[in-house]
């Protein structure tokens, strides 16, 4: 049974950074290509970023590119999302998920979801 478990959201300024990670717990992390996605208030979920499963290969949604960074440690379990120049918009429940297959851009592309963590950025 795979397990996903964000954490290292809060609240910060804009202009400021944040990382949030993903601990994958009851496979190898290696398996299985990772993203990022994020839901804001009152909009649908949405892609942010995605790594293949050996870390060779980031994607990146057009809205980030440049200030995000997604990144893994297989050998710990664990993805990264590293977040510069926050904006207020960036404000969402950021999620991960592991993919079996590929990775892809829509939400039915993965297949193991974590429970979200919050990110906020204030104006």
């Known amino acids: 049974q795979v397990q996903l478990v964000e954490s290292g959201g809060g609240l910060v300024q804009a202009g400021d950074s944040l990382r949030v990670s993903c601990a994958l717990s009851?496979?190898?992390?290696?398996?299985?290509?990772m993203a990022w996605f994020r839901r804001a208030p009152g909009k649908e979920r949405e892609f942010v970023a995605a790594?293949?499963?050996?870390?060779?290969?980031?994607y990146y949604a057009d809205s980030v590119k440049g200030r995000f960074t997604i990144s893994r440690d297989n050998a710990k379990n664990t993805v990264y999302l590293d977040m510069n120049s926050l904006k207020p918009e960036d404000t969402a429940v950021y999620y991960c998920?592991?993919?079996?297959?590929?990775?892809?851009?829509?939400?039915?592309?993965?297949?193991?979801w974590g429970q979200g963590t919050q990110v906020t950025v204030s104006s």
């Open positions: 790594i293949s499963g050996s870390g060779g290969n980031t």
């Open positions: 998920a592991a993919a079996r297959g590929s990775y892809g851009y829509r939400p039915w592309n993965y297949d193991y």
């Open positions: 009851g496979r190898t992390l290696s398996t299985y290509a």
